[in-house]
């Protein structure tokens, strides 16, 4: 086990190193000149030099990249004694810097934070910047992902051990209906119903209720009826449940079709006739934390709810589907009929033999989309007025700050490579065959 995580590590450290790389010729070809945008465009040619000086752009491209290895790599070697020297290992730099051992009489080889430049706009670090950011992004990928596994896990395990039934067909058609919205289309919805129209009172329509509760009401006293005749397929509550939607769902659709009719004229009464419910209470925008009109900062949790359920969606509908497939393939093993031939109860069958290895695929996607949150979710924030990692970088390409952007892409990039080394891992301790490969 201790090889396997080595040889991960090792690929890990080459992804990023040609990650760091492709970013660095990839923005410095970009046209632009970053001393101009710090100065404005009355600026003198030496306070531009002087800048360019500052930042390193008046250097070869090779030397420019050597430093830039330099600066974000956690280990490296700074000149300690030349204080001209672009290698200088200085204070206003490099934090948190350890000392290891001397290289020559005037090199060491030193441990510090990854320095990720200036912001050419603010000349703050960058690091500072992310850092007051990405938490929140963090935030809202852990929470979004974890409403998706959760809710998508158990609803794959329901779907699969009821194949066949109106939940397995249900849950596909979520899956299907879930993957084809786009999440910028979803959070446009949600921010409306939820933060908007629903956040003080819900009407209810007295025609939904009607329908729901009077026509689910018949078909059950027939589905009744028909179980004496004995000409009920299947079980009855399911039949009864089944009845009851369709008409909750018949209901609505015409509520809906009239609702929207007396937008624009208000001529059937009865449709605007409704039951006021307690809304959600819920903003469609704000971020984590909120000021109030005193000026202090408060944790705001229930800011986290909408945008966690818009960017959840997707990738609940995949888990829902990944698991039913992958369950239904586990359960046509002969294994599990050995363990069922031997008495095992159904639901040590399902929890401990066949949901384990039936979750590879699902690990998979988990790990694939928390790492695409973690990047941003950049619709998302914007629609929501969450400040993120995303929206940071979004702003930083409005104002061409390469240093943020940079910063940003490493960041996304140095997280994509934890992730994955972290599903391998689970990977070999879910399925040995892994760590053998």
């Known amino acids: 086990m201790g090889r396997f995580i080595y040889k991960r590590l090792v690929y890990g450290i080459l992804v990023m190193w040609g990650v760091v790389t492709i970013v660095f010729f990839l923005f410095n070809v970009l046209p632009g000149d970053p001393a ?3 100065l404005g465009q009355n600026a003198s040619k030496e306070q531009i030099d002087a800048i360019n000086k500052d930042i390193g ?23 300690i004694k030349n204080t001209e020297s672009a290698f200088y290992l200085s204070d206003k730099k490099y934090k948190s810097v350890l000392k290891l051992f001397p290289v020559s009489s005037t090199k060491e080889f030193v441990l510090k934070m990854p320095y990720l430049r200036r912001s050419y706009i603010t000349r703050r670090p960058v690091s500072e910047i992310l850092a007051d950011t990405l938490p929140a992004t963090a935030v809202l990928a852990v929470a979004s992902m974890f409403f998706a596994s959760v809710i998508g896990i158990l609803l794959g395990i329901l779907a699969a051990v009821r194949k066949g039934t109106w939940l397995d067909s249900g849950s596909l058609f979520f899956a299907v209906l879930g993957m084809s919205g786009p999440s ?6 949600v921010a409306m119903t ?15 209720l009607l329908f729901f509760l009077g026509g689910g009401i018949i078909f059950s006293i027939a589905g009744l009826m028909k179980r004496k005749k004995k000409t009920l397929k299947g079980k009855l509550s399911d039949y009864i449940i089944k009845k009851f939607l369709f008409c909750g769902l018949i209901g609505f659709g015409i509520w809906f079709a009239g609702y929207l009719f007396n937008l624009a004229w208000d001529v059937i009464p009865f449709i605007n006739k409704y ?3 307690p809304g959600t209470g819920l903003n469609n925008e704000g971020s984590l934390f909120i000021i109030d009109d005193y000026g202090n900062e408060h944790l705001s949790l229930k800011n986290i709810i909408l945008p966690a ?27 599990i009929r050995t363990a069922t031939a031997k008495g095992l109860s159904f639901k040590t069958i399902i929890f401990k033999h066949a949901l384990k290895n039936s979750l590879n695929p699902v690990v998979t996607a988990i790990s694939g989309w928390f ?9 998302v924030e914007y629609i929501f007025g969450w400040r993120g990692i995303g929206s940071e970088i979004v702003n930083a390409l409005d104002k061409q700050d390469l240093p943020i952007i940079m910063g940003g892409v490493l960041v996304i990039g140095f997280i994509y490579v934890i992730i994955n080394i972290v599903v391998d891992i689970l990977y070999g301790i879910l399925d040995p065959r892994v760590r053998v490969q």
């Open 184 to 189: 910028f289309y979803i959070g446009l919805i």
């Open 57 to 79: 752009r008046d250097k070869p491209a090779l030397v420019q990249y050597l430093l830039y290895l330099n600066d974000i790599s956690p280990f490296s070697i700074h000149e």
């Open 275 to 277: 039951v006021v419910f």
């Open 309 to 335: 359920l818009t960017l959840g969606i997707r990738p609940l509908a995949i888990i829902v589907q990944l698991t039913r497939s992958s369950l239904l393939d586990v359960l046509s093993q002969d294994y």
């Open 36 to 38: 101009r945008m710090m």
């Open 371 to 379: 790492a695409g949150l973690m990047a941003g979710a950049v619709f």
């Open 194 to 208: 939820f933060g908007y129209f629903w956040s003080k009172q819900f009407p209810f329509p007295v025609v939904i």
